[in-house]
């Protein structure tokens, strides 16, 4: 391969990681080029047919294809076709990703020493989609209010706004790209990898402090509970992975110092968690719906308690790819789940969404692909390559990653890029450099 085609596809790479955080219009530009120029230079050097006997013995890759092909052999109990076809079209990221990666490392494209920067590239692609949605929120509100920010009305109303939605600096009103849910786990896997480049570090990085800062003010805004816990394992993962070094005594400090704080910041004022701790308190559950907010944690049990109601009737086969909403309306509708009936919600679970749709050959593929991920990047022994194959079954429990595109360009992205691109590269797995 020549320099120029090279480069063509290591800049496309670059900034389609960059990218991911932003709009779905921006990111879809720059994964089109980085697919053209991948799949253009592959087929010019005739690696095609090497990637083939490559991908059979990649089981990363063989499982997500076999995964996406098993969701098309499902349109053929499927009932609603169109929908299944739609929901393919979402999904097309498990097909071409194995293929493409697989075609990169088939071409020894594993650029060298400048792996860590691929991943940096999100992390300052994160770090400014963070930083315009701060500005986004402030300029809101002032014209809003057209005085000060936060005066008496607004501080008066945040608890209404916060839980029902409107308020501009908290949950999805806030969170501008993406849903709060899929924006909080970026920000999480972000601060993995800042942590990952002071790995080994003397002395204090204030850069990289700085950044981690802000990222954990974007947590408290954004309101996620999976988001917080996901910080918490993360957490709890350097700690253990470190217990025996200076490097973990130094994040210790620094973790205690910042992280703990600021978790007690947000659940003495989050208006979230106290909804969240009310609704046990007076005993919600699944009754009363009409009363609950849709983005409440009593909503999810609806959904969840729904979803195992289908997979007990559709075990082996699942509805379909295309039928597994219908078969959630039907259930709501029977039990009277007004609230999850009208805002027609999914499983907000991948797994029982996966089961629903494909039954238990569907999902076992599933956990067999996120199996072999994990077995890939043992003896890697990065901290944020390990750390996404933790990040990413914890946040399957409470959303339908794979069905939406923030989810499943983010997935199908870093997956394959550590089992496969970082797998093949032998001098990131002896270390790297730090990028600051």
């Not at 701060?134 to 109303?157: K, M, P, R, W």
């Not at 470190?242 to 989050?270: C, D, G, H, M, Q």
Request: charged share 15%; net charge positive.
């Amino acid at each position: 391969m020549n320099k120029t085609s090279e480069n063509l596809i290591y800049y496309s790479f670059l900034v389609l990681s960059f990218s991911i955080s932003f709009p779905r219009e921006v990111s879809q530009v720059f994964l089109i080029i980085f697919l053209i120029a991948a799949l253009g230079n592959g087929i010019y050097c005739n690696a095609l047919s090497e990637t083939v006997g490559k991908i059979i013995r990649n089981p990363p890759a063989i499982l997500g294809i076999v995964f996406f092909a098993y969701n098309v052999l499902s349109l053929y109990w499927t009932d609603e076709i169109s929908k299944g076809f739609f929901a393919l079209e979402k999904r097309l990221s498990l097909l071409l990703f194995p293929i493409v990666f697989t075609l990169l490392s088939t071409q020894s494209i594993t650029f060298k020493n400048k792996d860590f920067k691929i991943k940096m590239a999100f992390v300052y692609g994160t770090f400014l989609s963070s930083l315009l949605c701060l500005a986004l929120a402030l300029y809101q509100a002032y014209s809003q209010e057209g005085t000060a920010i936060f005066s008496i009305a607004y501080l008066e109303h945040i608890s209404r706004t916060v839980n029902q939605g409107g308020n501009f600096f908290f949950g999805s009103s806030f969170s501008k790209f993406h849903h709060p849910s899929y924006f909080s786990m970026y920000i999480v896997f972000a601060i993995s990898i800042v942590l990952e480049n002071l790995e080994g570090k003397k002395g204090i990085n204030f850069a990289s402090l700085f950044i981690i800062l802000i990222f954990l003010i974007m947590l408290f805004l954004l309101s996620s509970k999976a988001g917080i816990i996901s910080l918490l394992l993360l957490i709890l993962y350097i700690i253990y992975r470190f217990r025996e070094t200076i490097f973990a005594r130094s994040i210790f400090k620094y973790s205690i110092a910042v992280t703990v704080p600021l978790l007690l910041l947000f659940l003495i004022l989050s208006p979230r968690f106290h909804s969240f701790i009310n609704e046990f308190k007076n005993g919600n559950r699944l009754t009363n719906s009409t009363a609950i907010d849709v983005s409440s944690s009593t909503l999810r049990l609806m959904t969840w308690k729904s979803s195992i109601i289908v997979i007990e009737d559709n075990f082996f086969t699942g509805v379909g790819i295309g039928d597994s909403q219908k078969a959630l309306l039907e259930v709501y509708k029977e039990n009277n789940f007004i609230e999850a009936f009208n805002n027609h919600l999914n499983s907000h679970n991948q797994y029982l969404d996966t089961f629903i749709k494909t039954g238990v050959v569907g999902f076992i593929i599933l956990i067999l692909w996120l199996v072999v991920g994990i077995k890939r990047v043992i003896p890697n022994n990065q901290i944020s390559n390990f750390f996404f194959f933790i990040l990413i079954p914890f946040n399957f429990l409470f959303e339908t990653m794979l069905a939406r595109y923030s989810g499943i360009i983010f997935i199908c992205f870093f997956y394959y890029y550590i089992t496969t691109i970082l797998n093949e590269n032998s001098n990131y797995r002896r270390g790297k450099t730090s990028v600051y």
